[in-house]
């Protein structure tokens, strides 16, 4: 049942006191931010399998109605690097892996403040690896992560290039955290977010960011190299604060020159990680089903424009960039 937008929002904006208040331990938000990412919901005969172990982190495999064999979505869930879970995503991931014909595994990776950086990106380094070496054909899997998630899924892809290892078919980024150096700083502007205000990226940045450098290039991707990526679909909400990660990264993708390309989808009207509330927001499950249609499509080798990998592309050639408004 779909609801007003004006509704959603203001149900959000009741948590917003909570997730801004110091006197409120991280285990008590891990269980508020579970609670609102388990209301997105999978399509009906998703099967959920018992959790198991790969590369020592423990994952959730979810099995949509249109899986195809073989065809992986491996998303990384948000939640400021300190919060949310594999468990709490799996709607979430299930209905964008439904709409990319592809299973979702969805790693519970380790969480800050008890995890700084870099073990979160080393254990889902780790974890890509394996699931290559178990068979899993790069060319047939896709990254995606929204919000912390998004911002781990570009320092992954980064990392990956930069070892010469395979790189997935695409990346998919949801409402992507990509600059913590403006966190640290304190420059990030506000916006009109019902839930999400600088105060609070601020106040998870430095846990994440422990003693290492905010502006290292695999802590704000956004900062980083950007050529020999793999294709980029990047979808933001004007109303977020953290939107303007995504016209960062933009920017800096247009100047590049490197290869690769961004495609860029807009949302103006809407606020930080909408996409959770599919079944509940009517643009939540337009978007969700285009952005996992899209990512399907790149890990599709019928597709006549199937990507190249990134490493064997002449890094002269110019970026492909496409910008998409989109409206409630």
């Given at each position: 049942?779909?609801?007003?937008?004006?509704?959603?929002?203001?149900?959000?904006?009741?948590?917003?006191?909570?997730?801004?208040?110091?006197?409120?331990?991280?285990?008590t938000k891990r269980r508020?931010?579970?609670?609102?990412?388990?209301?997105?919901?999978?399509?009906?005969?998703?099967?959920?399998?018992?959790?198991?172990?790969?590369?020592?982190?423990?994952?959730?495999?979810?099995?949509?109605?249109?899986?195809?064999?073989?065809?992986?979505?491996?998303?990384?869930h948000g939640?400021?690097?300190?919060?949310?879970?594999?468990?709490?995503?799996?709607?979430?991931?299930?209905?964008?892996?439904?709409?990319?014909?592809?299973?979702?595994?969805?790693?519970?990776?380790?969480?800050?403040?008890?995890?700084?950086?870099?073990?979160?990106?080393?254990?889902?380094?780790?974890?890509?690896?394996?699931?290559?070496?178990?068979?899993?054909?790069?060319?047939?899997?896709?990254?995606?992560?929204?919000?912390?998630?998004?911002?781990?899924?570009?320092?992954?892809?980064?990392?990956?290039?930069?070892?010469?290892?395979?790189?997935?078919?695409?990346?998919?980024?949801?409402?992507?955290?990509?600059?913590?150096?403006?966190?640290?700083?304190?420059?990030?502007?506000?916006?009109?977010?019902?839930?999400?205000?600088?105060?609070?990226?601020?106040?998870?940045?430095?846990?994440?960011?422990?003693?290492?450098?905010?502006?290292?290039?695999?802590?704000?991707?956004?900062?980083?190299?950007?050529?020999?990526?793999?294709?980029?679909?990047?979808?933001?909400?004007?109303?977020?604060?953290?939107?303007?990660?995504?016209?960062?990264?933009?920017?800096?993708?247009?100047?590049?020159?490197?290869?690769?390309?961004?495609?860029?989808?807009?949302?103006?009207?809407?606020?930080?990680?909408?996409?959770?509330?599919?079944?509940?927001?009517?643009?939540?499950?337009?978007?969700?089903?285009?952005?996992?249609?899209?990512?399907?499509?790149?890990?599709?080798?019928?597709?006549?424009?199937?990507?190249?990998?990134?490493?064997?592309?002449?890094?002269?050639?110019?970026?492909?960039?496409?910008?998409?408004?989109?409206?409630?």
């Amino acid at each position: 049942m779909y609801l007003p937008p004006l509704i959603i929002r203001g149900g959000l904006r009741l948590f917003r006191p909570a997730f801004a208040s110091r006197k409120i331990s991280v285990a008590t938000k891990r269980r508020l931010v579970d609670g609102l990412a388990t209301a997105a919901r999978p399509p009906a005969g998703t099967v959920y399998e018992a959790p198991s172990r790969i590369a020592g982190l423990t994952i959730e495999r979810v099995r949509p109605p249109r899986e195809e064999s073989g065809r992986v979505l491996l998303f990384l869930h948000g939640g400021g690097y300190a919060l949310g879970s594999a468990r709490g995503y799996r709607g979430l991931a299930g209905a964008l892996a439904d709409a990319a014909r592809m299973q979702a595994v969805i790693p519970d990776y380790p969480l800050a403040p008890e995890n700084p950086y870099p073990r979160a990106l080393r254990d889902v380094n780790d974890l890509y690896l394996q699931l290559i070496n178990d068979g899993v054909d790069p060319q047939h899997l896709v990254v995606a992560g929204d919000s912390a998630g998004g911002g781990l899924t570009l320092a992954l892809a980064m990392t990956l290039r930069d070892q010469g290892a395979p790189l997935p078919a695409g990346l998919g980024l949801i409402c992507p955290w990509l600059d913590l150096a403006s966190d640290t700083a304190g420059t990030r502007a506000a916006g009109r977010d019902p839930l999400v205000i600088p105060k609070m990226t601020a106040e998870w940045a430095t846990p994440y960011t422990g003693q290492a450098d905010p502006a290292d290039p695999l802590i704000s991707p956004a900062r980083g190299v950007l050529a020999g990526l793999p294709p980029i679909v990047m979808h933001s909400a004007g109303r977020d604060p953290i939107a303007a990660d995504a016209d960062l990264l933009e920017r800096r993708f247009a100047a590049a020159g490197g290869s690769g390309s961004l495609s860029h989808h807009r949302f103006p009207t809407l606020w930080h990680d909408f996409h959770l509330q599919i079944g509940f927001l009517r643009s939540a499950d337009t978007a969700v089903a285009s952005l996992g249609a899209t990512l399907g499509d790149l890990a599709d080798p019928r597709q006549p424009d199937h990507a190249t990998p990134a490493a064997a592309v002449a890094p002269a050639a110019p970026p492909r960039l496409a910008t998409q408004l989109a409206n409630d």
